[in-house]
């Protein structure tokens, strides 16, 4: 990128210019339109009330689930995508990463087509082992998992694809066995693009709304996550406590990005 | 390294940027329909234009077919519907949304939006609607009237209490003297219907009309006395309707006779 580099006088045209300053305001009016409607004086005691402090509790605990499972299940399986040569890898790449772009409600539905009671799986489960996955906070951790897993793949695939592979060969020279490879030399080569990973699957589950809705309904305690209780309070009118929320989830979306923020000022 | 370390961060970067989108496009939530604008008779040819209706979501059914039926006798008017909650609609219109005509499915959220200063005249009620409890075809868990909503291994799904048809369950349960045990409140009507016909739950408390227009896949359990809890359906012209003589047309209609035979149809009753 520095390669490129010419010299444009500070100059910036007008076609460029007026479109930026309107992209911009797309994206930060609406921010700022929150801050200007917040209910300032109210808002210490709506984000101490039992329904805020539930929704947050769950979603934080919830959250942190998924990202725990994206990490047990999604690392190995940006291992299998950067590292081997096995057949159907494009395939494999192309459908882990769907999620990504599909709408979050047609997950939902997917999963309830699943996991659901009349699923494919959700049946079975249901019969023989009683386990039943919607309407439950594991279904909200499944359904969170769902849409943020492939930004952990992702970025850990990238991670893997950009580090130095011979480490690896090295290793397994000295004797060392795959697995140990894996966890002694590989792991914490990547552990970097590993940790953006987590942080962004976590900030994705963290926001997940559409399929948490469609598959694990909304129930206070069990369910409802903080983006559930700010879709539930503008739809019964409480404007402010929406405000509040969604300032909420702003606050950490921002501590997100500046805890990545390392990253970004190397572009 | 360097360039690997910038290409690293630009999908970063990538992956934030479809984060943005997908939360952004997480809470959609809203159905809309356009009536085909077959031609007509040609009657009531000065009515033209588009109409923006907000309904509540139970009215889908029959607004859905008003619609059509309008088609006909305004050709040139265009009626679009957005069916939603009550309680969310009422704030929407309350907010300054740009729509012609606001209906609700109770009172109390109606009063929300004439408080606001944002509904023109005395809104008018059209319409009436009672609960049901319905149930998943073969009610495969032998529920037979509200306290079965108390069950705890059965799962059950009841409308969130700010929204009118939750009102009036909370109201039903609260004379039935039932502590109601949901495992999900939902936003709207439709959707408690939606869990029952899938089968997710075993029971959930909606409007009459709703169960019927489920069809075969829901059937309703008798709820005693369910008549002693009733909703009023108001509707009314927005103040800054873009198109009041439009918003005029639909109003008449709803309330008049065209409105009562629809309604009842789908098993509303008459207000």
């Given at each position: ?137 594991a279904g909200v951790v499944l359904a969170q998992a769902f849409v943020a897993m492939p930004f952990l793949i992702v970025s850990v695939e990238g991670a893997l694809r950009t580090t130095d592979r011979r480490y ?100 | ?271």
């Amino acid at each position: 990128m520095t390669g490129h580099r010419r010299r444009t006088d500070g100059r910036v045209p007008v076609a460029l210019l007026v479109p930026s300053v309107l992209g911009v305001a797309v994206l930060v009016l609406p921010m700022v339109g929150l801050l200007l409607r917040a209910p300032w004086r109210r808002l210490p005691d709506i984000l101490s009330s039992d329904a805020v402090l539930t929704a947050l509790r769950l979603s934080l605990t919830t959250a942190t689930a998924a990202t725990a499972l994206s990490l047990v299940c999604g690392v190995p399986v940006a291992w299998l995508l950067a590292r081997t040569r096995m057949p159907g890898r494009s395939l494999l790449r192309g459908v882990v990463t769907v999620p990504l772009v599909l709408p979050p409600v047609i997950g939902g539905i997917a999963l309830l087509m699943v996991f659901g009671r009349r699923g494919v799986l959700g049946g079975w489960l249901d019969e023989a082992l009683g386990v039943s996955l919607p309407f439950t906070t594991a279904g909200v951790v499944l359904a969170q998992a769902f849409v943020a897993m492939p930004f952990l793949i992702v970025s850990v695939e990238g991670a893997l694809r950009t580090t130095d592979r011979r480490y690896d060969d090295v290793a397994a020279t000295l004797g060392a066995s795959a697995w140990t490879t894996f966890r002694r030399v590989t792991l914490p080569s990547v552990a970097p693009g590993v940790l953006a990973g987590a942080v962004l699957c976590w900030a994705r589950a963290l926001g997940e709304f559409g399929a948490t809705v469609t598959f694990a309904g909304s129930f206070p305690g069990t369910t409802r996550t903080l983006p559930l209780q700010a879709y539930v309070a503008i739809g019964s009118g409480d404007t402010d406590t929406a405000i509040v929320l969604s300032l909420l989830m702003i606050a950490v979306s921002v501590a997100v990005l500046v805890a990545m923020r390392r990253r970004w000022v190397g572009a | 390294m360097r360039d690997a370390g910038a290409r690293r961060v630009g999908m970063l970067v990538q992956a934030i940027g479809v984060a943005g989108l997908l939360v952004a496009c997480g809470g959609d939530a809203e159905g809309a329909s356009h009536p085909d604008g077959s031609p007509a008779d040609g009657s009531g040819a000065r009515i033209s234009g588009e109409v923006t209706v907000l309904a509540a979501a139970s009215l889908t059914e029959p607004f859905e077919t008003l619609g059509e039926r309008l088609a006909d006798r305004y050709p040139d008017l265009e009626v679009t519907f957005s069916f939603g909650p009550s309680s969310g609609l009422a704030e929407q219109a309350a907010a300054g949304a740009p729509a012609d005509v606001l209906a609700t499915a109770n009172t109390v959220t109606m009063d929300t939006a004439v408080q606001a200063g944002v509904v023109d005249g005395t809104p008018r009620v059209f319409a009436r609607n009672t609960l049901a409890l319905a149930v998943p075809a073969g009610n495969p868990g032998n529920v037979t009237g509200p306290a079965d909503l108390a069950r705890d291994e059965l799962r059950v799904a009841v409308c969130e209490p700010r929204v009118p048809c939750g009102a009036a369950a909370e109201a039903l349960l609260d004379r039935a003297g039932v502590e109601a045990a949901p495992d999900t409140l939902t936003t709207d009507v439709k959707e408690a219907v939606s869990l029952v016909s899938l089968g997710e739950v075993d029971a959930a408390l909606v409007y009459l009309t709703d169960a019927a227009a489920a069809g075969d896949a829901v059937e309703t359990v008798d709820v005693p006395r369910a008549g002693a809890v009733v909703n009023d359906y108001p509707v009314a012209v927005m103040a800054d309707a873009p198109n009041p003589d439009g918003a005029h047309a639909v109003v008449d209609a709803v309330t008049g006779e065209l409105g009562r035979d629809v309604l009842a149809e789908a098993g509303f009753l008459e207000p």
